[in-house]
């Protein structure tokens, strides 16, 4: 691709933006699998393959699913963040792949909250103040 | 349909055991009756920290974190929260120093947070493995700025208004380094980034780039332009696989978006870098070792002055800073130094990353405000010890730092406060111990560490650390005199005067820290023989309690080397079995009875 330049950045940075923080009702669904070292070693590359099977076998398909880095929590991991149209920005920990099945079924199709898996956020995010 | 609210209710072990489960039992309940449970789900969560202040009940979207909850208080909740839709605000968290008034407003009672993310302010949010992503956060618009709005003066003038000091250990003012850089005439200057990450426990820098390589890219490229530099090196360990992976695909896409490379965003300046792989010496992590393994030569220090930042990389100038210093870089440009400044104490501004692993319920990362309290660290984000133990001391800065006991609990925690309680700031590994960890078997370790890492090009690291490791070797055995302490800490200001570089420097600091904040259990080695955390097997013996011994020979059956028997005699009264013993010339101390006995009949001496 050719070179960017400011106009590009800031292009790319509103469209980015909005993408990622939309919560419109017919927008899509983000599943955010924690996946540094810690979370890998504690088993995210099941957790995140079975997101992708379970959503594929229940036929949902307004759904993203992405890797982000460590979110520091590491005595709880697997840590998987879920940003889903009228409900809260939730962090979910120690998501096996048992449970990151549930989550499509009770959070992203039944839209109610996982018991006992819900954590929460560390901290406020500095750049949406 | 979703709920109107949600209301999480902590599960962890600690609010738990202390009437969570009945909240929880109880706010189901009265929502049912009171007709609202379609509006509201009621949630059982993880450890929310702040165990002390439990049972705790966080209720979303509001974010109203309640405290000290009690199963009588679901009713009132329910009607007022939920239905009326007004906190309640006499269980409402308050800062304990600060009588704020909260009044509900939203604001204010966000502030439970301890934390404050401005190193991993994308590490949960983006993937790494999308440049779009970063950009989307901001990323790449203080690059935008300093190469566009910016002088070379302007950057050094922003960073030396934020305050930032080097976060890799000795917290060096990073503007100083970037201005003599910059003030010194070379056709070629050099941009590095430490990523020699070797503290055992630290892993703030792994995590970083892997979480958000980009940083580290928009950072060096700033850094870059401030000194008037065109190339970078990025010295990485080679374990960190993963973190070496995405840093490679960063600057590949940064390439190909023209954020690296020539004529970045048309404004002329140049700037690329490159990746080295340490192979994990400890010593690489000095600045002066590391350039001189970059540049293909033995990783071992040089006498400093000349400093890299005059004479550095093949003798042109260099500005090497760590991973998490250069973290902070691009959020100091874009919200300006005295946004920076505000934050932390008044000489260690802005934040600090934290490894936080041992004996801690919440192990992770943490990332908080420069003088925010151990006890803040340890007890309200870390939730405190593990299975109800009691706090003994908490180990920081590394092989290089010193232990901090109960008494340092509430020092704020900057630069110079660790320094003055006999410890250092290091990397950020904070490693938490609690009443079974003997500290002279810590410190051996961190002894052994550094004489293993010892890069043996001066001798006194090389000969005096491996000197006090015997002498606290001998201690631990049970042979240990009054005279070592005094051998270890003439050593250890030998070590401290001569040795080349920080390793030397800095290696008898856990030794020293053992003779002043833990005198009594050294003593308790050296002169009673005795361990009192049961962990130096020399000191210890096991025996076998025979009141309370039925007999049934578990202990004996699981010892590997046959040093229990039955004792030859008759049972004792109301036994049916006479009791067990073990041969304290064959026990080798591996502690199996121990788990093996149901009855605790076996015992440490």
């Known amino acids: ?129 | 349909m979703a709920y109107k609210n949600y209301c999480l209710v902590c599960a962890g072990t600690g609010c738990h055991a202390n009437t969570g489960e009945e909240i929880y039992q109880e706010l189901v309940k009265k929502a049912r009756d009171l007709g609202v449970e379609k509006d509201v789900q009621v949630v059982k969560t993880g450890c929310f920290g702040f165990c002390e202040k439990g049972p705790i009940v966080k209720i979303l979207p509001e974010e109203a974190f309640y405290v000290h909850v009690k199963p009588s208080d679901a009713e009132e909740l329910i009607k007022e929260h939920i239905i009326k839709g007004r906190m309640v605000n006499r269980l409402l968290y308050k800062e304990d120093d600060k009588k704020t008034d909260t009044q509900g407003k939203i604001d204010d009672i966000k502030f439970y947070q301890k934390q404050l993310r401005i190193v991993l302010r994308n590490c949960g949010f983006i993937n790494p493995e999308d440049i779009e992503e970063y950009i989307g956060r901001e990323g790449y618009q203080a690059l935008a700025k300093a190469l566009t709005d910016m002088t070379p003066d302007q950057i050094v003038e922003e960073i030396k208004k934020s305050g930032l000091r080097g976060r890799g250990g000795a917290g060096f003012p990073t503007w100083m380094k970037w201005n003599f850089s910059k003030q010194s005439s070379s056709d070629v200057k050099y941009v590095v980034c430490n990523a020699d990450e070797g503290d055992p426990g630290a892993y703030m820098d792994r995590s970083t780039i892997e979480g958000d390589p980009h940083s580290i890219i928009e950072a060096m490229t700033i850094a870059a332009k401030a000194i008037g530099a065109s190339q970078g090196f990025v010295y990485i360990r080679a374990e960190y696989q993963l973190a070496v992976q995405r840093l490679e695909i960063a600057t590949k896409q940064a390439r190909e978006y023209g954020v690296l490379g020539k004529d970045i965003f048309g404004t002329g300046f140049d700037f690329d870098l490159e990746i080295r792989l340490g192979a994990g010496a400890f010593v690489c992590g000095e600045e002066t070792a590391l350039l001189a393994s970059i540049e293909g030569e033995r990783g071992i220090p040089k006498p400093r002055p000349p400093f890299p930042a005059v004479k550095g990389l093949w003798g042109k100038p260099t500005v090497i800073n760590n991973v998490e210093t250069y973290a902070c870089v691009p959020m100091i440009i874009l919200k300006g130094g005295e946004w920076f400044a505000s934050i932390g104490t008044e000489k260690s501004k802005g934040t600090k990353v934290f490894a936080l692993t041992g004996k801690i319920k919440n192990s992770g990362l943490v990332e908080v405000p420069m003088g925010t309290t151990l006890r803040d660290i340890i007890f309200a984000i870390g939730g405190g010890i593990k299975d109800g133990k009691k706090f003994k001391a908490v180990q920081t800065g590394g092989p290089s730092g010193g232990v901090l006991t109960t008494e340092k609990l509430d020092t704020p925690i900057d630069f110079d406060n660790l320094v003055a309680a006999g410890s250092m700031m290091g990397s950020g590994g904070m490693i938490v111990m609690d009443e079974e960890d003997c500290i002279v078997d810590i410190v051996r370790f961190y002894l052994d560490f550094s004489v293993d890492e010892s890069c043996g090009k001066c001798s006194p690291c090389r000969i005096g650390g491996r000197k006090i490791l015997n002498i606290l070797d001998k201690i631990a055995e049970g042979k240990g005199e009054m005279d070592d302490i005094k051998k270890i800490k003439e050593i250890s200001e030998a070590m401290k005067r001569s040795s080349l570089c920080a390793l030397g420097q800095t290696t008898p600091n856990p030794a020293l820290s053992l003779i002043n904040f833990f005198y009594d259990e050294l003593l308790a080695h050296i002169q009673d023989k005795k361990c009192p955390a049961g962990k130096c097997k020399n000191l210890l013996s096991f025996s076998i309690v025979r009141n309370t011994c039925i007999g049934c020979g578990l202990c004996a059956k699981k010892c590997p080397v046959n040093a229990i028997t039955a004792e030859d005699c008759e049972p004792l009264p109301g036994k049916k079995k006479p009791p067990f013993v073990i041969d304290g010339k064959k026990c080798i101390k591996c502690g199996e009875c121990i788990a093996a006995c149901k009855f605790k009949s076996v015992v440490k001496l």
């Not at chain 1, 979910?92 to 992203?108: D, F, G, M, Q």
């Open chain 1, 1 to 129: 691709m050719s070179k960017l330049t400011l106009a590009d950045l800031k292009k790319i940075r509103d469209e980015k933006n909005k993408e990622m923080t939309r919560r419109d009702a017919d927008k899509e669904i983000q599943v955010v699998v924690g996946m540094g070292t810690c979370g890998i070693a504690s088993g995210a590359k099941e957790t995140f393959s079975a997101f992708i099977d379970e959503l594929d076998k229940s036929h949902v398909n307004d759904v993203v699913v992405k890797q982000t880095g460590c979110m520091g929590f590491c005595s709880v991991e697997p840590t998987v963040r879920v940003i889903a149209p009228e409900m809260p920005d939730t962090i979910y920990n120690k998501v096996s792949a048992e449970v990151a099945r549930r989550i499509v079924k009770e959070h992203i199709i039944g839209r109610k909250l996982v018991d006992d898996h819900v954590f929460d956020h560390p901290s406020r995010d500095i750049l949406t103040q």
